[in-house]
């Protein structure tokens, strides 16, 4: 007799069980201890079954943080849609890319902070502006260059060196904590400033 076909609650169940055992397996042994084998065990199902519902172990990781990014995706758009003029909407943007940091540090270091290790296949590069922070960053400077806010130079260029500037000022602390570090979101708030000055036109 033909096995049934699962129903979308069963397999909403096995995603979800899958997600748990990855989150778990990643909070106990970091980033060196994750292997499709070691979250299928913890999940209590085969290999071939994580990779019929991700595609792939990194599939399978970065599915630990769509959701939540793609609420603090719409955030970043209706910040970026609140403010008319390109660099007060960039000093907001960059504010709330702080917010993230600090009001959810969980997913900032699972997302923001995550450094691929050698056993994970590095995705294709894609550009800058495929994220939607990026792609706002870009849109201001774009537009701020364009009536003479900002000085003249590549604008994606300009863009990264904004969004360095302030994720190394949350970064630091994290990757540093046994340094006498001051907070990263003051230090955040700070770099913020420094970086819109930089990049005002020369007089």
Do not use: C
Not at 87 to 112: D, I, M, N, Q
Not at 139 to 150: D, H, N
Not at 164 to 188: E, I, K, T, Y
Request: charged fraction near 25%.
């Amino acid at each position: 007799m033909p096995r049934k076909p699962a129903t979308d609650e069963q397999r909403e169940a096995v995603r979800r069980r899958l997600q748990a055992a990855a989150s778990a397996q990643y909070a106990a042994f970091g980033a060196g201890g994750v292997s499709a084998r070691a979250i299928a065990e913890r999940a209590g199902v085969s290999v071939g079954t994580l990779y019929t519902y991700f595609g792939s172990l990194q599939g399978l990781m970065q599915s630990l943080w769509m959701e939540p990014l793609d609420r603090i995706n719409v955030r970043l758009t209706r910040t970026a849609q609140a403010h008319a003029d390109p660099v007060e909407r960039l000093r907001k943007l960059l504010e709330a890319y702080v917010e993230v940091a600090t009001g959810a540090p969980e997913l900032f270091r699972g997302a923001f902070l995550f450094v691929r290790p050698e056993s994970l296949e590095k995705p294709p590069r894609d550009a800058l502006e495929s994220v939607v922070f990026g792609a706002l960053l870009l849109a201001a400077i774009e537009e701020a260059q364009a009536v003479g806010r900002i000085r003249t130079g590549e604008p994606r260029r300009l863009a990264q060196l904004a969004w360095s500037a302030v994720h190394g000022s949350l970064a630091l602390p994290v990757n540093f904590d046994r340094l006498d570090l001051d907070a990263g979101q003051a230090v955040a708030a700070d770099m913020i400033t420094a970086i819109l000055h930089s990049l005002e036109p020369a007089v």
